[in-house]
């Protein structure tokens, strides 16, 4: 495999200036002079720096993996390239359900965005699908229907192709999901710097063009070591983050966005019922601000409840509780393994309903 550009550039410059310098000082160089002390201190200097450069530049490529909230950081795409499996042929991370296993059993799908597909999770077994498996037992088949950066629509879909009919529906929702509906109405829109600085796409409501700068574009593309220093002082003095919580909240209060919001949950909900699918909700809050998304979940648990549909909501169960208890990291504001276990025991009598479901069938 040949070596990225600017890994393959380093490389060479940090073994050819001291070839250079060796061959300026021994062949053509070599009267001694204050200028020549000098320009031998300075070429020292140089190339010290460049073998640290490179040395923090392989440590990086070689032992720093680490999620974070947006995906696109060179080290958080080597945390996916590692630790988010397996794949199954439907593009989830989720073992393969051929329809063979599923025989006899009573099926349960948990729907959701990277929340439930465990992104941040390092083994796949400690989020909450497979807990909700191993409690289950055999007379359930747990299957995860989820990927990052998705939507409500695009859950729905996810729902409606899988080939093989569920008996349960347990369904994540969390405030971003209004997103798309708030983009199709222009008010959350890509800017470097605005209100909303994320942008709507198939895999992730976010890039990185939207922020970077384009005369250090290469550099933060090639380099692992730039590229997370670059991004690490992003987070720091970018408050990208309170410009989207805002415009959400936003969101939620417009009438024409709320309203296109809860026609796409009703559908999930009509298909439910339609056939014969129980429907269960888990609300989650943005954990790096209970507080703030608390009228937004509040908001959506009372849609729920109108609609007689059965919620768990964590708002209320989480209050008071540090982000660095709840979440991967302080990078990743995803659910850590240790809460998806606490939201599998709060699904405690969800569980023993479908355990007697299961054990009525049989």
Not at 62 to 68: L, N, R, T
Not at 72 to 84: C, D, K, L
Not at 233 to 238: E, G, K, L, S, Y
Not at 272 to 284: H, K
């Amino acid at each position: 495999m040949m070596a990225p550009p600017a890994t393959a550039i380093l490389l060479l410059t940090a073994f050819a200036i001291p070839l250079i310098a060796a061959i300026v000082f021994k062949l053509f160089w070599t009267t001694p002079s204050r200028w020549r002390t000098f320009a031998q201190s300075l070429s020292l200097s140089l190339i010290t720096c460049l073998i640290m450069l490179l040395v923090l530049e392989l440590y990086f490529r070689q032992f720093v993996i680490a999620s974070d909230n947006f995906g696109f950081i060179r080290v958080s795409q080597a945390w996916f390239h590692r630790y988010y499996h397996p794949i199954n042929s439907f593009g989830y991370r989720d073992v393969e359900h051929p329809e063979s296993s599923l025989e006899g059993k009573r099926v349960l799908y948990v729907v959701g965005d990277s929340l439930m597909a465990g992104q941040g999770i390092d083994d796949y077994r400690d989020r909450l699908s497979s807990i909700l498996q191993d409690r289950l037992g055999d007379g359930w088949a747990v299957i995860n229907i989820a990927k990052p950066g998705w939507t409500t629509e695009q859950e729905f879909k996810g729902v409606r192709t899988y080939p093989h009919k569920t008996d349960e529906i347990l369904w994540e929702y969390y405030p971003n999901d209004i997103e798309s509906a708030a983009i199709r109405h222009g008010y959350m829109k890509p800017t470097a710097s605005g209100d909303v600085a994320f942008l709507q796409g198939e895999g992730s409501s976010v890039t990185a063009q939207a922020f970077k700068d384009p005369r250090l574009s290469w550099i933060i593309d090639e380099s692992y070591a730039f590229n997370y220093f670059y991004w690490k002082f992003f987070q720091i003095r970018d408050d990208t983050a309170a410009h989207y919580l805002e415009a959400l909240r936003k969101s939620f209060q417009r009438r024409v966005t709320w309203e296109e919001h809860t026609s796409a949950l009703d559908e999930m909900i009509s298909f439910s019922r339609s056939n014969n699918i129980g429907l269960t909700v888990v609300v989650f809050p943005f954990l790096q601000d209970l507080e703030g998304s608390a009228r937004m979940t509040s908001k959506v648990v009372d849609f729920f409840d109108s609609r007689g549909v059965a919620t768990l909501d964590l708002t209320p169960v989480l209050a008071g509780r540090r982000p660095d208890e709840l979440t991967v990291s302080r990078a990743d504001s995803h659910p850590n393994a240790k809460l998806h276990r606490e939201v599998a025991d709060l699904l405690g009598p969800y569980v023993e309903r479908l355990r007697a479901q299961a054990a009525a069938r049989s």
